[in-house]
């Protein structure tokens, strides 16, 4: 008898949230499992005998806040250069599982360096000739066997794939160091010229750069002026003050675009917190926004977020870099992901840029240092990995796809909530080793209960 009443009391919340078309999506987070290999799957509801505690999840789609850009991450050289290891087919199908809409994670707004990043093989830039004022050298060609074919078949499967593009230094000889790397071993050195000249050549350089890629059929939509323009490190870097920034666009790269007639989008950024504030520096000085399209931002809490809005509510704010981790690729970092997303999206931010998508086998930067990515391939063996991160932002682009409307939700702050052509979506985890059920309401609407799968990421999907 006592079985026969939870099988009432389940069939009657599950047959009310049938009615309004509610599915369940999830990834599975056991540990043990392959997780990147268990693609999303769509949740059968248990017979619980004891639901425990049910949170109640209060969604109001009528309030709605910023538009999404979508989800996506970086294309590097040490990526490009271990799935160019891969024979055709096989990079292909890792392609095509990262970015097809339909039959992948749909990667849809994604990142690129400016010359090398720390990911780089090794420190290069497209002006290699000091002096070279006019670019009369300037060249692309290192990246036409790595970078520039990783990006090309990005939208092989996915033709409206948006990029965004950031250095991580000048060429060497537009810095007083004389180095795109080694910041760390001269601070004082690390830094762009503060020369007209200087300043000239180097908005040339942008502008080849995005001519070239153009001639590539490769469009950069945003270009963001510095990578962490804070930082000293031992690859390449450069430190630019948001005065120097702010000088160098206004008065001598958007002119240039302007007259080399270069849609590209300027950002300023990419700002992060550590040990200063430049995103809010950059917000409190309004002389400098006509010339910036928005602000960049990576590794920043959600109250120096909400500084920045509230400094410059006009202006767009976008995510630019991931948690880049230490190269474990484990199913507990993982299961930090949706909630670090959620710290972004959450507080307004249009967008989420995972950090390296692709690695080799080594998982190490040109610089020895490891970090994670959605991917590795082993480029001897020619085999492919895919890790824990893979199969969550999988669940997550899918349901987060540019054009989709944040909703308002009453519930706990890692949750995610979204509309899109008459659906709703929320985006919830279950760290419990047990089914869990929450309740949902639907505005004023009834409520109705749904159940999450055991150690899982899921996506509720449900009708307006």
């Known amino acids: 008898m006592k079985m026969l009443l939870v099988c009432v009391l389940i069939f009657t919340a599950y047959s009310i949230s049938a009615q309004k078309n509610v599915k369940v999506h999830y990834v599975d987070l056991n540990k043990g499992n392959d997780v990147g290999k268990n693609f999303i799957k769509e949740y059968t509801p248990q017979v619980l005998e004891d639901k425990g505690r049910v949170r109640t999840i209060k969604l109001y789609p009528e309030i709605e806040f910023q538009t999404l850009d979508g989800i996506g991450g970086a294309f ?33 707004f994604c990142r690129t360096a400016v010359g090398a990043s720390d990911f780089g093989i090794d420190a290069y830039s497209y002006s290699e000739v000091e002096g070279d004022y006019d670019m009369k050298h300037f060249s692309i060609k290192r990246e036409k066997k790595t970078v520039i074919p990783y990006i090309q078949k990005a939208y092989k499967y996915n033709p409206e794939m948006k990029l965004f593009a950031s250095p991580w230094s000048p060429p060497a000889w537009m810095k007083y160091s004389g180095y795109m790397d080694r910041g760390e071993e001269f601070p004082d050195q690390n830094r762009l010229k503060d ?8 908005a040339l350089y942008f502008s080849k750069y995005i001519s070239a890629y153009g001639k590539k059929d490769i469009k950069v939509d945003r270009l963001v002026v510095q990578n962490e ?30 007259a080399d007639q270069i849609n590209t989008e300027i950002w300023a950024g990419t700002f992060r917190t550590f040990g200063q504030l430049d995103a809010i520096e950059f917000a409190a000085k309004n002389e400098f926004h006509d010339a910036f399209d928005g602000i960049g931002i990576q590794y920043t809490g959600q109250q ?15 995510h630019t870099e991931g948690r880049c981790e230490d190269g474990k690729n484990t199913v507990a970092q993982a299961s930090k992901r949706l909630k670090e997303v959620a710290g972004y999206i959450n507080y307004g931010v249009t967008n989420y840029c995972y950090w390296n998508m692709i690695l080799n086998e080594t998982t190490e ?11 590795n391939i082993d480029r001897q063996n020619k085999t492919v990995s895919y890790n824990p991160d893979f199969t969550v932002f999988a669940l997550i682009s899918k349901y ?34 047990s089914p869990k059920t929450h309740r949902i309401q639907l505005g004023n609407d009834e409520p109705f209960e749904i159940q999450l799968p055991a150690k899982s990421v899921s996506a509720v999907e449900m009708k307006l």
């Open 365 to 375: 930067s040109g610089w020895d240092w490891k970090q994670n990515s959605l991917i």
């Open 229 to 258: 323009n804070d930082a000293n490190t031992k690859y390449p870097s450069c430190v630019m003050s948001v005065d120097q920034m702010g000088k160098f666009v206004k008065n001598y790269l958007k002119p240039r675009f302007d």
């Open 400 to 433: 987060l796809q540019p054009g989709v409307v944040r909703i308002a939700h009453f519930s706990r702050p890692t949750i995610i909530s979204v509309k899109k052509d008459g659906n709703i979506y929320v985006l919830i985890q279950n760290d419990e080793d």
């Open 304 to 318: 120096h977020i909400q500084d920045v809005k509230n400094l410059t509510p006009e202006m767009t704010i976008m």
């Open 195 to 202: 020369e007209p000249e200087i300043y000239e050549a180097y």
């Open 76 to 108: 590097n050289e040490i990526g490009g250069e271990a799935l160019m290891s891969l024979p055709t087919k096989m990079q292909d199908e890792v392609m095509e599982n990262i970015f097809s809409v339909h039959d992948g994670a749909g990667f849809s």
